[in-house]
């Protein structure tokens, strides 16, 4: 089976979102000569619904609109702006057809980053040290990495965040009984720094833990026994 690149299945990030969400938003202002407020939204039920008020509307949109074709664009001006119901057999329509490619974007997404292993449940860790340390604002998908073809290894990365898609890998050679759950903490946490402290420099000079991280990552409260803990199980760790 050929597989689809990965870039045109997985979720959009932020950012993206964002760009499509106001240039969509200005669009439908400009159809519908009134400011638009749009909410994008992955609701699993809602796709559109919307509150007229005199000099506003407020319109939620599912993500899959930020992609829609001129003619859906207009339908959603009609339905939701104009109060054309007539509009709305074009959106069922629009939203039938997306089905498919909305549910292998979650299937994907699910299949590929997987927090749930046999010891520790990533996700768990991860809202946690969000919520402990990072006041709920770091936003990344976690799950763990595949284990990769036994060989021996020299080193071993524990841990890898993608600033690009948001998502933090943690090795699975750590979802074992042996490894103490605050050492998973800590590669964890090391990774949601990554995103609040984003590399600085470039090309072969780039340095990936500037010093705000360092300063900040001794701040885990089990920093100087994670780092023994490691100095003390490379060995383990390197096996697999
Ligand atoms: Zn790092």
């Given at each position: 089976?050929?597989?689809?690149?990965?870039?045109?299945?997985?979720?959009?990030?932020?950012?993206?979102?964002?760009?499509?969400?106001?240039?969509?938003?200005?669009?439908?202002?400009?159809?519908?000569?009134?400011?638009?407020?749009?909410?994008?939204?992955?609701?699993?039920?809602?796709?559109?619904?919307?509150?007229?008020?005199?000099?506003?509307?407020?319109?939620?949109?599912?993500?899959?609109?930020?992609?829609?074709?001129?003619?859906?664009?207009?339908?959603?001006?009609?339905?939701?702006?104009r109060g054309?119901?007539?509009?709305?057999?074009?959106?069922?329509?629009?939203?039938?057809?997306?089905?498919?490619?909305?549910?292998?974007?979650?299937?994907?997404?699910?299949?590929?980053?997987?927090?749930?292993?046999?010891?520790?449940?990533?996700?768990?860790?991860?809202?946690?040290?969000?919520?402990?340390?990072?006041?709920?604002?770091?936003?990344?998908?976690?799950?763990?990495?595949?284990?990769?073809?036994?060989?021996?290894?020299?080193?071993?990365?524990?841990?890898?965040?993608?600033?690009?898609?948001?998502?933090?890998?943690?090795?699975?050679?750590?979802?074992?009984?042996?490894?103490?759950?605050?050492?998973?903490?800590?590669?964890?946490?090391?990774?949601?720094?990554?995103?609040?402290?984003?590399?600085?420099?470039r090309g072969?000079?780039?340095?990936?833990?500037?010093?705000?991280?360092?300063?900040?990552?001794?701040?885990?409260?089990?920093?100087?026994?994670?780092?023994?803990?490691?100095?003390?199980?490379?060995?383990?760790?390197?096996?697999?």
């Amino acid at each position: 089976m050929e597989e689809a690149p990965r870039i045109l299945t997985r979720p959009p990030t932020r950012e993206e979102l964002w760009t499509r969400a106001e240039s969509l938003a200005w669009r439908l202002s400009a159809e519908l000569g009134m400011p638009v407020r749009l909410s994008v939204t992955d609701n699993r039920s809602t796709m559109v619904s919307f509150r007229r008020g005199s000099t506003v509307l407020a319109l939620r949109l599912h993500h899959m609109f930020l992609d829609a074709p001129e003619p859906v664009v207009r339908a959603v001006a009609d339905y939701a702006g104009r109060g054309h119901r007539t509009a709305g057999a074009i959106l069922d329509e629009y939203i039938r057809g997306q089905q498919p490619r909305i549910r292998q974007m979650r299937r994907e997404s699910d299949a590929d980053l997987n927090p749930r292993g046999r010891c520790f449940d990533l996700q768990e860790l991860y809202d946690a040290t969000n919520r402990e340390f990072f006041q709920d604002l770091i936003q990344a998908r976690i799950g763990w990495g595949r284990m990769p073809p036994r060989r021996r290894r020299k080193s071993i990365r524990l841990g890898v965040y993608d600033h690009q898609t948001r998502e933090i890998r943690i090795h699975p050679t750590l979802d074992s009984p042996e490894v103490p759950s605050f050492f998973v903490e800590f590669i964890v946490f090391h990774e949601m720094l990554h995103q609040l402290f984003p590399s600085t420099g470039r090309g072969g000079r780039r340095v990936h833990h500037p010093r705000a991280f360092r300063e900040r990552e001794r701040t885990f409260p089990h920093y100087a026994a994670a780092l023994r803990w490691e100095r003390e199980n490379l060995g383990m760790l390197l096996r697999g």
